[in-house]
Structures are given as C-alpha cells and as structure tokens.
C-alpha cells in the first residue's frame, strides 16, 4: 500500500488501445492497494504535429501562444484516459497543470516549475480517486499556461512524486529501459538495471535521449527512485536511483554521440586576461551553450592564441554574428567553422576509481583508425571530438572496447583494470579535470 505516480509517453497513448492498455495498469495498481496519479503527454505526435500547424500561420509565433496551443494535447489524452478508466468501473479525474497547482516562472515554452500546491490532487486522493494529470503544462503567477519544455512531461511526473512523497515514479514508453547505447546504432547494446542520477544527466547531455534532463535534476534533489519501463510487456526496466557502492565496480555506464554539433575556432585572439571572459559573455548574452572549449598559445609569439569551443547546431546563425562582430571590433584575426564533428562520450562513475580508463577509450578509436581532434574529461566522462563520419564507427568500437554488450557480472573491465585506492576516489575533492 503506497502512493505511485505513473507516466505514459505518447507513444503509450497513441490511440484507443494503448489508452485502455494505460488504464489498466493504472487500474491493477490501484486495485493492489495503491493510491494513484497518472501522467499523461499528448497522444503520439499530437505535439509535432501542433507545432506543424503554427508554422503554417506564423513563422514566429508568439510563445505564449504557443503554450497555449501545445498545452490542448495533454488536455486531449488526460480526458479519454479518465473517460477509459470509468468505463472500466474505476472513478478517476482529470486536471490541468493549473488545475494541479503547477506553478511556473513565465519563460513560455521552457518554463520551470517553482511550485506544486497539491492540495487539490491530494483531496482527490483522499476520495479515492485516480488523478490523471496533464503532463509538460503548468500556469505562472499570472495564470497564462505555460509548458516545460519538449520532453516535459517526464519533469511533471518526477516533481510531482517528490512533493507527494510518492513510493514508485514509473515511466512507461515503447522501450523496455535505458540502454547502453542507442540500439539503433549498436544492435548489442543492452538493458541497463541501475543507473545513478549522474550518470543519466551526463549521458542526456551527451546524447543519449532517455528522459528530460530537468526530470533527472528533479529526481536527484529529491532522491525520487525513477523506474523507466515499458509500457507494453511487464519487464523491470531500468532504476535510477541515488549512487551507492557497489556503483564503482563498473567502469563505463554507457556511451553515446552527439552528432548535432558544430565547432567554432577564433584565430589569432589577443592573449591577455579577460579577453576569453568578453568572448563568452558575449555568446552567454545570446544564450548560446559553449562546450569543450581548448586554447592553444603560439609560444614563439604569446600574444596571441587560438580558441576553440563547440557549439549547438541550432546556435550556428546567431555564433557566426558573434564571430564576425569579434573579428571587425574585437581584434581577433579570423574565424572557421567545422560542421562536420561529432562528440563521442563514455559515461561512468567507476571512472573515479579506476585508472586507464581514457587511454582504453583512445586505444578503440585508434585501433579503428579514427582520429581523435579534442578530448575532454570530467570526473565521470571521458568525450572525443571526432570526424561525423566515423560516429557510428566510433561508437561500435567503444561500445565494443567496455564490453558494454555483456552483462555486468561478465564484464572484465572493471576487474582487470586498474583500481585507484577507494578512500582517496571517494572524498569530494574539488572537479577539477583530471588525466584519466
Ligand atoms: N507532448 C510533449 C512533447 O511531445 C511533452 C512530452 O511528451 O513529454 O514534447
Ligand atoms: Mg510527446
């Protein structure tokens, strides 16, 4: 007897069927002595094809329109899944985000959640109620509906568990969990049982795309166990969950690659201080995420350097504005763009307490004649900026290299491998980047 939040995908709710599927399951849980809440996004691509229908009319449409228009396909599927579960003989409600007490800033279409006034959904609870939420929409102060961002309702689903000290957050889609790697792209790419919080977070934001990112923030800060499983068979999935010891004894989590990036190289940029922090300031003022970012100084004129970073390729347009505003008024001598790199990345926190885990993943990429052109690591990553041809390459061998197709107690990675002394790994010493 507990209180369990259950999320469906869009692809979950993608017609009739799949609606009444959900329900069951929201029912069983139920009938197994559970309180229950539901999150539901927008069936199938009800969210794409919105976004369709507004570019036929605006080319810019304003954003708070555009929550307004993206926030009816939630409303759509929470309706027929309370309509599926009375059917069945069960009471169940629906509710908007605002009819939740989802509270956002005012940032339309990436708007954060700052509160969560669930007395409403509890009284519902109490009354024994299934409560089908609306995922990915919430209202600011001044009631304009806003969203989460694309993704979002995985975010709605996690903040929710939280603030009602939920005992299971599942999330149901058509995989059965998080792989390793994208199976698409690695056929032997496996099921992953456990992962810890940061590890989600970084193999998000190097490619993989599980769930959103805020979703995983959200679940960390407030240690909610995040289940993802599949909706259509009864498999365990995969837990996310807080770090604990024996986590170490693998090395690599997973891998993945960005193939959505472009690089940029400042030629010729004055070394002096305070020069790198105009350059970034001015990308920052226009929002524009750097990554990988590597200097190099010419030593036989140290007046000047080079400066590299990556970038999204959505930012490219407004990137080369900056460039060519630093080249005409900032003395910098010129610029190139690279768009033809990808970023291949492996993930794991047994990284703090093993050695030889970059040289093995370099060793891969050579042995299959792929050049590496930046490398960076931080305490669970190790990423190689590489040519975007040899991705998929790159990622089969690496893949390949961890042994990341077996299971983990078949891995010999971990125990052939060098361990650094556990007391020294484990102390919260400062992130500086380190040689792995
Ligand atoms: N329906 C929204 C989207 O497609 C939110 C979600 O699916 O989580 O992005
Ligand atoms: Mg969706």
Do not use: W
Not at 171 to 176: L, R
Not at 238 to 265: H, S
Request: proline share 2%; glycine share 6%; charged share 25%.
């Amino acid at each position: 007897m507990g209180l369990i939040v259950q999320k469906f995908g869009g692809s979950s709710v993608a017609d009739a069927e799949r609606i009444f599927l959900a329900a069951r399951r929201a029912i069983k849980a139920k009938l197994d002595g559970n309180k229950v809440v539901v999150v539901l996004s927008a069936m199938g691509d009800t969210t794409d094809d919105l976004i369709e229908l507004a570019r036929q009319i605006s080319k810019s449409p304003p954003r708070r329109e555009m929550d307004m228009l993206l926030a009816t396909g939630e409303q759509v599927s929470i309706a027929l899944m309370a309509m599926a579960i009375h059917e069945s003989g069960h009471e169940a409600v629906s509710l908007t985000g605002a009819q939740v007490g989802l509270i956002t800033d005012s940032v339309h279409t990436r708007a954060r959640i700052q509160r969560i006034q669930a007395d409403r959904l509890q009284k519902h609870l109490d009354d024994d109620k299934i409560v089908i939420v609306a995922g990915f929409q919430g209202v600011d102060e001044e009631f304009n509906i806003t969203t989460l961002g694309r993704g979002g309702s995985d975010t709605t689903a996690v903040a929710l568990a939280a603030v009602l000290h939920a005992d299971a957050c599942e999330i149901y889609t058509d995989v059965d969990g998080v792989y390793s790697t994208d199976p698409r792209i690695v056929p032997q790419a496996r099921k992953i049982e456990v992962i810890s919080y940061d590890e989600m977070l970084e193999l998000a934001s190097v490619g993989a795309k599980v769930m959103h990112g805020r979703s995983i923030e959200f679940a960390k800060k407030y240690n909610v166990v995040v289940q993802v499983r599949s909706s259509l068979t009864d498999g365990a999935g995969t837990y996310i969950m807080a770090e604990y010891p024996g986590m170490e004894d693998i090395v690599v989590r997973g891998a993945a690659v960005r193939t959505d990036l472009a690089r940029v190289l400042l030629v010729g940029v004055q070394n002096r201080p305070g020069v790198a922090a105009d350059i970034f300031a001015r990308l920052a003022s226009r929002h524009v995420v750097v990554d990988d970012i590597i200097q190099n100084v010419f030593y036989e004129h140290e007046k000047s350097a080079n400066i590299g970073f990556t970038i999204n390729e959505d930012d490219l347009d407004m990137v080369k504005e900056v460039c060519r505003e630093l080249v005409s008024r900032y003395g910098v001598r010129s610029f190139e763009i690279d768009e033809n790199v990808a970023k291949i990345s492996i993930v794991g926190v047994g990284m703090r307490s093993h050695t030889g885990v970059a040289m093995k993943m370099f060793r891969a990429l050579g042995d299959a004649r792929i050049n590496i052109e930046n490398i960076s690591t931080s305490e669970i990553v190790v990423a190689a900026i590489i040519d975007r041809d040899d991705a998929e390459k790159a990622l089969q061998a690496v893949h390949a290299a961890f042994e990341l197709d077996k299971k983990a107690e078949e891995q010999t990675i971990g125990k052939t491998m060098e361990a650094k002394p556990k007391a020294k790994a484990k102390r919260a010493a400062p992130r500086k980047k380190v040689a792995k």
